[in-house]
């Protein structure tokens, strides 16, 4: 049996009869709030209280004394609804001719919320009004719907897409005879290294009940683990539709009780290997003495761990600390269940003060704190100076009078002689094709049609690659021919080639490049920017509208694939 006494005051530490074993809570939970000394009348009803409290600890009745705050706090906590622990009856085997009768028990699993939200008319509140229906279509002009039976499942292998059936998927499932626990061998428990642990639940293993042979079995050997201090590297298979896991099985003896913890192990693709140059290679990077000792302070007053002479307590009980999550989402729906016009009320005092740090701490670090801050300072660190390059030689100084400067005709911002120095250019290529374009067309003797032509070809190859890296290139090469056409009087030129692609598109279902234009604003060069167009600021924008009669859904689009994505997936 368990007693909870409550208090309508707290239980302070130095109440004059100097026994501190009844105040280890106040430890724990000590808030911010100041704290009153206690009356007269109030100690004598402590003295009661604490006589009570050791007459029913000697029959092992009382466990924790709590005042009335704390009462409160305990009582408001939405707690889950207690399942009883499910068993996990199997046969330990090692080798051929051994097995042991265990039964397992999740020690520690994480606690998920279940999935019980449901979508439901905003006004009837009813599930049943809500109907979900899903259609599948071809990528067509006419968005052919196709029946779900007619569709299969495909892996997408770098650029191609490889067909699964629910055949294939059942064939390659690993096939397993039923539930296991076999052990594989054995290894120094120094080999599996803490940050090994993986998996969401650790398992408590236990002899059978009412089965002395695997009781004798089963301790011999938790008890020649613990003394050779090896584990056992155990196959788990919950079930003969689950798949197998490498795990280690470690002893566990209590003066209780005795079993084995399982927790699972990582196969090679779950490491991350990482390697990182030692700190001790730097003369820099190695501490001082005060700066080691001062370290040590702080970690010493930061422990969580309450000594009082011969006794000690843990200041942090993960048992004792319920998820904020969970306390928070269920103080929301009860809530929302009996206020729904409401707004949700603030998060409680108290699921705050579990997530920070315990008073008692807090103020014992204050003085390592304040060493370990003088002892490393922190300075601001001023800009690198930038190293000069080859294009940062050759580049235009902006500074030399104008006369200094050679005269290029059409100056403007990003063409200088640094571009001219990339290299000799004699095309439009693939990598930065709207600078390429600004320096072919203004070469001596350049064709403008003819560098013009070389851009078309490569927005059609970026759009034919239909993918968002690509859609951007074509928006800038559309940028520059149109910069450039205002620039060298080929409005015309450029207009025309806007009308074909718009067409383009539509024709080729690329809309969703089309509404980046749109959005960027891309539009025909109108008599207002350039004097050898005949198209008004009017026409312009209607050229930029959508069409009504068509209203056509965005294709998904293809981001393409190449050989990155397989190595990537391999």
């Not at 650029?159 to 005879?177: A, G, H, L, N, R």
């Not at 450029?494 to 604003?521: G, P, T, Y």
Request: proline share 5%; charged share 30%.
């Amino acid at each position: 049996m368990t007693v909870w006494k409550s208090l309508p005051f707290p239980v302070s530490v130095d109440d004059g009869s100097g026994d501190k074993s009844a105040s280890v809570h106040a430890h724990m939970q000590k808030n911010s709030f100041p704290i009153k000394d206690l009356t007269e009348q109030q100690k004598q009803g402590v003295d009661v209280v604490r006589k009570l409290m050791y007459t029913l600890d000697e029959e092992g009745g009382l466990e924790e004394i709590y005042t009335f705050r704390e009462s409160l706090e305990r009582l408001s906590m939405f707690k889950k609804v207690e399942r009883k622990p499910m068993p996990w009856p199997c046969q330990l085997t090692i080798g051929p001719n051994l097995s042991i009768r265990i039964v397992a028990y999740k020690s520690v699993t994480e606690e998920r919320v279940k999935k019980l939200w449901a979508i439901v008319d905003a006004k009837t509140l009813r599930r049943e009004d809500v109907q979900k229906e899903t259609v599948y279509c071809l990528n067509d002009d006419d968005e052919t719907e196709v029946q779900k039976d007619d569709t299969i499942q495909g892996f997408r292998y770098g650029s191609d897409i490889v067909p699964f059936s629910k055949e294939d998927e059942e064939q390659m499932k690993y096939k397993t005879e039923g539930k296991c626990f076999s052990v594989l061998g054995f290894t120094r428990s120094s080999q599996i290294q803490r940050h090994y642990y993986m998996g969401n639940q650790a398992l408590k293993v236990f002899a059978a009940k009412d089965d002395a042979n695997a009781a004798v079995a089963f301790s011999a050997l938790v008890r020649a683990l613990d003394e050779l201090k090896v584990v056992a590297v155990v196959r788990y298979a919950y079930d003969r539709r689950c798949y197998p896991q490498i795990g280690v099985a470690f002893p566990y003896i209590k003066d209780t009780y005795e079993c084995l913890i399982y927790v699972q192990l990582p196969y090679m693709e779950d490491l991350r290997q990482y390697v990182f140059s030692s700190l001790k290679n730097s003369k820099k990077c190695i501490p001082t003495v005060d700066q080691l000792s001062a370290v040590d302070s702080l970690i010493d007053s930061m422990n969580l761990v309450h000594e009082d002479g011969e006794t000690f307590e843990d200041l942090f009980k993960p048992s004792k600390i319920p998820n904020p999550h969970f306390q928070r989402l269920y103080q929301c729906l009860q809530h929302k269940a009996f206020h729904s016009d409401k707004p949700l009320p603030p998060i409680e005092q108290h699921l705050l003060e579990m997530l920070e740090m315990p008073c008692v701490v807090r103020e014992r670090c204050q003085a390592p704190l304040e060493r370990v801050k003088a002892l490393f300072p922190l300075k601001e660190v001023g800009k690198k100076k930038e190293e000069k390059t080859a294009q940062d030689i050759f580049k235009d100084n902006e500074d030399e009078p104008s006369l200094k400067k050679p005269k290029i005709e059409d100056e403007e911002e990003g063409f200088s002689l640094m571009k001219l120095a990339e290299g000799n250019i004699t095309s439009v290529g693939s990598v930065n094709p709207a600078e390429d374009f600004r320096i072919l067309v203004r070469k001596k003797n350049a064709d403008f049609k003819d560098v013009s032509q070389q851009l078309k070809n490569r927005i059609d190859q970026f759009l034919e690659n239909k993918g968002s890296q690509y859609y951007m290139k074509g928006i800038d090469c559309i940028r520059a021919f149109r910069e450039e056409a205002m620039k060298l009087c080929k409005v015309q030129c450029f207009n025309d080639f806007l009308q074909a692609l718009k067409s383009k598109l539509e024709d080729k279902a690329l809309s969703d490049f089309w509404e980046i234009m749109v959005q960027e604003r891309i539009s025909l060069i109108t008599k207002d920017e350039a004097e050898g167009s005949l198209v008004t600021g009017e026409e312009a924008e209607k050229f930029l509208a959508p069409k009504e009669q068509k209203n056509e859904t965005l294709p998904p689009t293809d981001e393409g694939g190449d050989v990155d994505d397989l190595l990537d997936m391999m």
